[in-house]
């Protein structure tokens, strides 16, 4: 399953809005405010048949489109009997769902739907998940959730998960018992392992999921990992147990909790969760970001008030944080504000240092030791206060510089 574009109109920050979306990786960004989470969440409300964004409304009526790609929509025409124009857009308004997307909804439907191979799921992964310490007393089945969609935002995910992990790690060794090769958790050990580097996953023991540290061979269990290790054994592995293929995964702030070297990976994390999915991020990272290509990459801005998708966005893949931060992210400077502001008036006293006052050249003495004091040697802005004041030797050295190009 995978969407082509949505269409929102008055719906909290989000006036008159349409964005395109592409087959598999699509990455949000933007200031705080534009409506990225919304977006998330109207997608995962759309599709699911869920009346939250109608209920939690402020701004009154209002109307949501999702268009579908061609190979979707043949998929759509075949279950439903009906035929559609290409173009058509499924809507969703105050009044509900109608007849166009009822059935994703329906019982029956969803089962034809399941034959067809049309979609498998849609997740949505918010942020501020709660992992609880759980105890797994006792392997016991595991029924699989068959609704369409799942929301990862309950601290049951840890317990679920865990449940899910022993009762496979039995269904291994049954098989090892008849000289079968097991097989069922050996795929979560690839994924973590593939990820972490300190750390291994080695399994389950005493109805236990466990690790092992490599540089001391200390094993600990999966309670005793840290916020970040968390995030990837719990959600990574909820996703996994879903078998999420042709599926739509929505990540609100994938990097929370993550160290900057972590983010850099993750985007790969999710992309091995399963095949042919259809990835949406929102996302604040610049290390997330510099893993996309130009075209993956889609940046919130304002104009009249409004949120808009940007046009004009340079390219991004493999640039680095401080090239993000300035062009795509747009921010004024990458440094703390009040030393932007330091350098920024000691390099205005300078330019105009023949004119200055006393007070204004004390000024300018002041700053010079002040920020030769905690600035990098290196630091390309400490140049003007390293320039020799002896013209002289500035003369001789260009003199010198002109002699070497002939």
Known sequence: MKIKSLYIENLKALKDFKMDFNDNINILIGENGLGKTTILETIYDMITGNNEIMNNNESGEFTVK???????????????????????????????????????NCGSSRNAAKKENWFNKIVYLPTGVNFKKYKVETPKKIEQDVNIGS??????????????????HYKDLEDMSIG????????????????????????????????????????HSADE???????????????????????????????????????????DFYKEIGKNNQIIIATHSPHIVSSCKKEEVIV???YNGKTVVKSDVEETYGWTVEQLLLSVFELKSVRNPEVQQKLDRFKMLYINKEKLIDSELNEFNELKKELEKYLDPEDPSLSLINIKEDSKKLESLLQRLKLNKK
């Open 66 to 104: 999702v268009l579908f790609t061609d190979e979707e929509l043949n998929s759509i025409e075949r279950l439903s009997g009906e035929k559609y124009n290409k173009n058509e857009e499924l809507i969703l308004n105050k009044i509900g769902f109608n007849k166009n997307i009822c059935f994703v």
């Open 225 to 267: 990992l840290s916020a970040g290790e968390k995030q990837i054994f719990f959600r990574g592995g909820s996703m996994l147990q879903m078998d999420l293929n042709n599926s739509i995964i929505l990540i609100d702030e994938p990097e929370l909790s993550l160290h900057p070297e972590w983010q850099q990976k993750i985007l």
């Open 180 to 219: 079968e090769k097991p097989h069922r958790i050996e795929r979560f050990r690839k994924l973590y392992n593939a990820f972490f580097e300190e750390k291994e996953f080695m399994g389950v023991k005493e109805f236990e999921p466990l690790f092992k540290i490599k540089a001391t061979g200390e094993m």
């Open 151 to 168: 929301v990862l935002n309950s601290d049951e995910m840890s317990l679920n998960l865990k449940e899910y992990l022993v009762n496979i």
């Open 300 to 302: 919130l801005g304002r």
